[in-house]
């Protein structure tokens, strides 16, 4: 994998060539997926799958002239700083704001790609155009909003999500969910496990500590080091980090803290409906941004949360020698 700072001019034509393609047939895929029951938003799709379709051609013309008939395969997944798309495309049937608020984000990455590209490029028909395409991705999202408005009636269109949310989500709330998520639910075995097997407080205390502590060690790096989020719009990578760790060792010290009280059974039950309101929290936020329904969230989350305790007890009251 390459950094972007790497690719040559010739590899930044023929990236941005794939990155193109790509989006036209993710649009093209929306487009029909969404027809049968979104006629209106289908048709949006269809006039930003022609867009990107021009766009194409014209860095198609300009590789030609600069560099021949050959283009390099170079992907998105062969450079670094770009980030996995959920395959939306291929789900049936699409959910329709997920759709809209995908779209957004490509184009958001889109930009910021051919706005870096033009920064370090020296040949000035390559700058020329990359510049171009970036003040058009740049106007592509308000003239789909404007053609949203046009073409879609209030009772068939979802509320729309505006830049600074989408930014919000991407930079705040999925490393902090993340990060919630794991230290909510990886630390429940070892704490657990901890507490059956001394039944003492101040133990299962150390070792929730101690798994907490490490865990949001670990994911704040790994998440750190996941993207530099030049490409993404996800913001610096060790800001980033730093809300990742941090929830993780939330998400674990939640849990934890009830074991100072010296009453083991009391302790024990407080846990309990701590672990309960973080497996909530989750959920709320798994359906406000990321458009889980109720039902598939609380069921992914409680049973995540219910083996793993599970787990933790078995191995504390059976592990015991």
């Known amino acids: 994998m390459k950094k972007f700072e790497e690719l040559t001019e010739r590899e930044v034509l023929a990236l941005a060539i794939a990155l193109e393609e790509e989006d036209e047939r993710v649009y093209a895929d929306f487009a029909e997926g969404l027809r049968p029951d979104y006629p209106a938003t289908a048709s949006m799709f269809d006039g930003m799958r022609e867009e990107e379709s021009g766009h194409r051609r014209r860095l198609l013309e300009l590789f030609q002239r600069k560099f021949g008939e050959h283009i390099p395969l170079i992907r998105r997944q062969d450079v670094r700083g770009f980030v996995d798309r959920p395959a939306l495309w291929l789900v049936r049937p699409l959910r329709i704001e997920a759709v809209r608020k995908e779209a957004s984000t490509m184009e958001v990455e889109t930009r910021r790609f051919y706005e870096k590209a033009a920064a370090r490029t020296q040949d000035v028909s390559i700058r020329q155009l990359l510049d171009d395409l970036a003040r058009e991705e740049r106007e592509h999202e308000e003239r789909a909003q404007e053609l949203d408005k046009q073409k879609l009636p209030d009772n068939v269109k979802a509320d729309e999500e505006v830049a600074q949310r989408r930014l919000f989500v991407l930079q705040i709330v999925q490393p902090g969910l993340a990060g919630l998520m794991d230290g909510s639910v990886s630390t429940l075995a070892p704490v657990f496990a901890a ?6 407080s101040w133990d299962a205390f150390l070792v929730g500590l101690a798994a907490s502590a490490g865990a949001g060690i670990s994911m704040g790096f790994a998440e750190a080091l996941s993207d530099d989020g030049s490409l993404t719009g996800r913001g610096h ?3 980033r980090g730093v809300i990742c760790g941090a929830m993780t060792a939330l998400g674990g010290i939640g849990h934890t803290l009830p074991f100072l009280l010296r009453d083991f059974r009391m302790a024990l039950w407080a846990a309990g409906i701590v672990v309960l309101a973080e497996l909530g929290a989750i959920t709320w936020v798994r359906k406000r941004y990321m458009d889980t329904p109720w039902i598939s ?11 793993v305790f599970i787990t933790g007890m078995l191995i504390g009251k059976f592990g015991v020698s």
């Not at 507490?195 to 003492?200: D, G």
């Not at 969230?297 to 083996?307: R, S, T």
Request: aromatic content about 10%.
């Open 237 to 239: 990578p060790w800001v």
């Open 297 to 307: 969230a609380a069921l992914q989350v409680g049973l995540g949360g219910v083996l």
């Open 195 to 200: 507490a059956f097997a001394t039944q003492k």
